[in-house]
């Protein structure tokens, strides 16, 4: 069924769009228009110090000079924060949320010694708050990754990926439980996410392979809160001549609003489109059929 297709492009306003979050903008209005199905834009602002004055409404505008101009007006992470305290709250009456009172020190301590790691891994929470916070002051909430099991107990969370294939992961070892909500009281990416992608019905995420690694958290929390859980295609990186992803950091400039259809042919290229047109409307409308072909919904 395509009728109930709901595909999103969540960008953080941390900056512009560049050559490379325009692949992820692209693909996920492609795949939505191939199924004919609504595409949204979310602005992922919760993370305030980050946020950039007038990135949002910048990329909107962006967007819009591309052609691809979302079906309802976008929200913001920002006036949500409600769900997000709903949805902690029901974890935490269920017994899958817990308040941590450990500190980054406290864990570097905790897990160094034995581990080894490289440094800069991240840091698989051992548990230590789960029993209690032992008059720890409370910081941050984390996720009792250890009793949320998508499949039989002790099988990783297993998903496929339209573009990637079978993927496998055991969060509980790989990450540990991880953060719902920061010491600094700032919603976690990954449950502010979750609600959303959930609550405004999203039934495809398309996004960038940065952040394919994400996923396996983002199930197991749609487990946890009784949450279906959408199919995923993550999209290729644009790289920079240093080899790295093309962010902010490694260089990439913003995107020039005056050449939208020059844009589009790159990022189509990188998605391996053989799209052709002249003017933005036939480019877009030839993008569709050919990602139609190269990415059928199974
Ligand atoms: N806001 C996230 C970012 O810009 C992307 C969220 C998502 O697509 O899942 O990194």
Known sequence: MTSAYVGRFAPSPTGLLH???????????LDARANHGRWLVRIEDIDGPRNVAGAAEGILEQLAACGLVADESPLRQSARTALYEAALARLQASGLAYACGCSRRDLELAVAPEAGRARHAELVYPGT?????????????????DLVRPGAPGD????????????????????????????????AYQLAVVVDDADQGVSDIVRGEDLAGNTARQILLQHALRLPTPRYLHTPLVLAASGEKLSKQTGARPLELSRPLDALRAAGGVLGLPAEGTTLAEWLAAGVAAWRERWPLA
Request: charged share 25%; hydrophobic share 40%; aromatic share 8%.
């Open 19 to 29: 050559a490379g979050s325009l692949v992820a903008a692209l693909a996920s209005w």
């Open 129 to 145: 708050c789960r029993g209690g916070l032992n008059g720890k002051a409370e910081r941050s909430f984390r996720l009792r990754t």
């Open 156 to 187: 990783p969370v297993v998903w496929t990926d339209r573009r990637l294939g079978p993927r496998s992961e055991d969060v509980a070892t790989s990450v540990g439980d991880f953060v719902l909500r920061r010491a600094d009281g700032v919603w």
